[in-house]
């Protein structure tokens, strides 16, 4: 029997909150046993990518408390639920049926009449079948010439995600001969935004994917507008240039303005699509739609993972209650998400919104206000370009932000150079290990300017190489993070009633329904 | 006299202390007089850019308290002194001086044996001259062929600056017929970063800028060594194809390997060095000498709008002041800049490291430890794309986290669309208005998860169009609200020796002089 309780009615909680400042990371990093403690204190994900938290501030007591933690908390019953098909998002009464996009956990689950397993893979095989066509030249463009170019039209889940995902492959896929499309991304309704991907582009050779679950976000109609408008200006058909993803209930689902249609459903959150028709359209066009089951498949592969009833052995599982224990018991407030590798340039942007979206709330999930913090404020950048930038303020500022690293031992694209006996990509390596021991043990100097306190801690998820496979294992390892945490804080991950305000007071301000504040500040944009 | 205090010696900080949650942000901003609020609370920068406050938590107590504590930490004396020369940097013993490369704010400078105005004037004029040539084809590539496109290979300061002002300006210049060439960056020492940058440009019509002020950057000289064997395999010559941006001292200044050598000092920081020749040969050569100087007039204005000893007339200063009300009295750990202009997409992340890298610090400018918390982290993505991602966090999350709008009244591109009876952006202006009202008044409502508290301070910087001198004066604004807050910290917020530590132990594991946990990581790393 399943308990929704908040994190400060868990008894296991109390016992946690006498750990605070139970683990000095300088002494068991800098200690003889430190080697020890980095090969002893790992897990592995999936597809080769192992996840390392030796440099968390955890020991045995802490690692048992959060074992407690993780039993009273109910957490592997809670995410079995979820997988397996309970009502998980209350607050919009859905089900949450991502993973079931790529893989099945449990036990089938019927919704709206059907196996929603075999839904979302025949909608799979519906966008394979209709990327193989394209790819093969039997769908052509009006003037029946190739399609060489994909352009996604989506905002927030139906931008991030997949173009984190499409950027990450992008070189690999360069590589391996799996390139078969570009692909681009509008989303700001910032006219600037479609008109300057336009003018980047050959639209007679793009196939466009408009992407709203709805079919209402004015984002993504306005730009879609702002397309047609281009294509029909250059005499081109929109018609012959559009595909859907949306659920079969939108308006845009039989839509005769498109060349095709694939659904996704209300089961799926935005920011948890990446697996979906959301993400699959996109990057099955771009690499092909074995590269995307493959990505599927490291997914699915980590999925499984954290289905693992031992705390110790599930990474995600962890990784979620250290998270609760930097939160709430040693008070820190912001993360930061460190990729050693280009190809995940916008990979933190994507988990800005997937944590922030799904934990950054002040109710749980029956509404009623909870009384502790809940999801921090995540930021990143590539290494090593952050070193030259923010990590300034990570060494020697006066908070302390928790650090999620990633670095992989081979490049994407296999061209490298040796100067002064090292290659580019051992330089980065040797960058990302020397960081972490950096933050963790510090250094004394003499002046204080130079010295470093240390004490601050990191985890690292190191792989081969950045493929669909391992590319899938990163996201889902978040994913799962995400939902662990917030059933330990007792949200609701899966609704965002916080975005409604600013959509209800801007259709005032486009009506001209404003008065005093609102109507100030619309004068100060010029409406 | 120049006092250089801790911020908790000062009385007026006492006394802002007492003023804890004075202002009901939903109060001011929900009343009758909100409008006029809206109208009152603002203070032109330049280049049409206003700066407007009224949405943070400040009334005429607040407001009085900040202007004591300005006089008080002596915030203009302090300005004074640094364009007039003194010794800020007193960490690296160095002048402060990147105002003078668009402007003389005071008296004339005069270091290493040279008036340091004409110096930084002398190398624009060096470079606009190069440019002019290159754009005009007398100089060419080594087969008598025009350049088409530059690259900059630089890192930290010396990339994201320069990168996201060129981002800034790229679809103006395009509109505007000022896109001479484009512009590419190569940045990151992993090597998927070059090769990539590599794979996407035509090297043979390239020209390359190695930045580096040291003229010893490793991921610089690394990418430098990658790009040189590139064009080597292509059959071209690398000295016909690289320029240098370096200081007069550095083993590059006199190297025959470049095309042309142009010159910063050790008096500009790197996170300070857009308008110098680090950012002035990428952007002279992208969109011309006269565009390049229209961004320093821009700068130059925005710095003299910094000189008023008035702080309600200074809104840097008082950007600063209340900066530092939201850090040290209410609380606030992170702050986001959240730009409604998708050109201004890197932005944040230039002002990230201008930020958190300046005053990211745990001691004062006499590397004595302070007892208050300084530089906060920043982040932010343009909207409105962050409303469909983080915001959510913003608005409903259990931390209080100021924000910082951009908004233009006019595109750059000036295409647009209507929909539902307004542009792309009206909406656009109507969405950042929206945003700001529903984050300081909230809505009350009888389901806690549909109800928002409010109270969440923002200001918003408002202009006609970015062009090349607002994008200055945005620039400019935050360079100086940083200094100033650096001095109400009392921190040296020009060297980074948080940098250090990262370095000096990745030279180590290259070296393979590791043991205990940094030779664990580097194993994890395969190396």
Redesign the interface.
């Known amino acids: 029997m399943i308990q929704w309780k908040n994190l400060d009615e868990l008894v296991s909680f109390e016992r946690l909150k006498e750990l605070k400042n139970e683990v000095d990371l300088k002494a068991v990093?800098?200690?003889?046993g430190?080697?020890d403690?980095?090969?002893e204190y790992q897990i592995p994900i999936a597809a080769g990518l192992?996840w390392?938290y030796?440099?968390r501030q955890v020991d045995d007591k802490v690692l048992e408390a959060l074992g407690n933690l993780a039993a009273e908390a109910q957490l592997q019953e809670k995410y079995q639920a979820l997988y397996n098909g309970e009502m998980i998002n209350t607050?919009e009464k859905r089900l949450v049926l991502h993973q079931l996009t790529r893989g099945q956990l449990g036990d089938p689950v019927k919704a709206d009449g059907v196996d929603k397993r075999k839904f979302y893979e025949e909608q799979r095989e519906r966008i394979a079948d209709f990327a193989d066509r394209v790819h093969s030249g039997e769908i052509t463009n009006g003037a029946g010439e190739p399609f060489t170019s994909v352009c996604q039209i989506g905002?927030?889940?139906s931008?991030?995600g997949p173009r984190a995902m499409y950027i990450a492959l992008?070189?690999w896929a360069?590589q391996t001969g799996n390139l078969l499309m570009d692909a681009h991304f509008i989303?700001?309704?910032?006219?600037?935004?479609?008109?300057?991907v336009l003018?980047e582009i050959d639209p007679a050779h793009t196939i466009f994917i408009l992407v709203s679950k709805s079919g209402t976000t004015?984002?993504t109609?306005?730009?879609e507008?702002?397309v047609k408008?281009a294509l029909i200006s250059r005499g081109l058909n929109p018609a012959d240039h559009m595909i859907a993803v949306t659920s079969e209930t939108s308006p845009l689902a039989k839509d005769s303005g498109y060349l095709a249609a694939f659904f996704m459903d209300d089961y799926i959150g935005?920011r948890y699509s990446s697996t979906s028709a959301v993400g699959g359209a996109v990057l099955s066009l771009a690499f092909g739609p074995e590269v995307f089951a493959r990505f599927l498949s490291g997914a699915a592969a980590a999925d499984k993972a954290a289905t693992e009833p031992d705390l110790l052995k599930n990474a995600a599982m962890l990784d979620a209650c250290i998270g609760v224990y930097e939160r709430n018991v040693q008070g820190c407030?912001?993360t930061a998400v460190l990729p050693?590798?280009?190809?995940l340039s916008r990979f933190p942007?994507h988990l800005?919104?997937l944590d922030?979206?799904s934990?950054?709330?002040?109710?749980n999930r029956f509404?009623?206000?909870?009384n502790?913090?809940?999801?921090?404020?995540?930021?990143g950048?590539?290494?090593?370009?952050g070193?030259?930038?923010?990590?300034?303020?990570?060494?020697?500022?006066?908070?302390i932000?928790p650090l999620q690293f990633v670095?992989f031992?081979?490049?994407?694209?296999a061209?490298?150079?040796e100067?002064?006996?090292?290659?580019?990509?051992?330089?980065?390596?040797?960058?990302?290990?020397?960081?972490?021991?950096?933050f963790?043990?510090?250094?004394e100097d003499s002046?204080?300017?130079?010295a470093?306190?240390g004490g601050r801690p990191s985890s690292?998820i190191?792989g081969d190489r950045l493929t669909p496979e391992s590319l899938g294992a990163l996201l889902s390892h978040f994913e799962n993070k995400v939902m662990f945490q917030g059933f330990l804080w007792n949200l609701?991950s899966f609704?965002?009633?916080?975005?409604?305000?600013?959509?209800?007071?801007?259709?005032?301000?486009?009506a001209g329904q404003t008065?005093?504040?609102?109507?100030?500040?619309?004068g100060?944009?010029?409406?």
Chains 1, 2 share one sequence.
């Not at 509404?367 to 909870?370: I, K, L, S």
């Not at 950048?381 to 370009?385: A, C, H, L, Y």
């Not at 609704?495 to 486009?510: A, F, I």
């Open positions: 990093l800098s200690g003889a430190a080697a403690r980095v090969a192992v390392n030796a440099a607050g905002i927030g889940g931008d991030l992008h070189n360069a989303s700001n309704v910032d006219p600037d935004d479609p008109a300057g003018s004015l984002e109609l306005t730009n507008a702002f408008k935005g407030r912001a050693y590798s280009q190809a942007a800005q919104q922030m979206e934990n950054g709330k002040s109710v509404g009623e206000p909870v502790y913090p809940t999801g921090p404020v995540l930021f950048e590539p290494g090593t370009n070193q030259h930038s923010f990590y300034q303020l990570l060494h020697q500022g006066t908070d932000i670095g031992r081979e490049s994407q694209l061209t490298d150079v100067i002064q006996g090292s290659t580019s990509q051992q330089k980065l390596g040797a960058n990302v290990a020397a960081q972490i021991v950096a963790a043990c510090g250094k002046d204080n300017n130079k470093f306190a690292i190191t609701n609704d965002q009633e916080g975005v409604q305000l600013g959509k209800t007071l801007s259709k005032k301000v486009l008065d005093g504040a609102l109507q100030a500040y619309a100060l944009l010029g409406i």
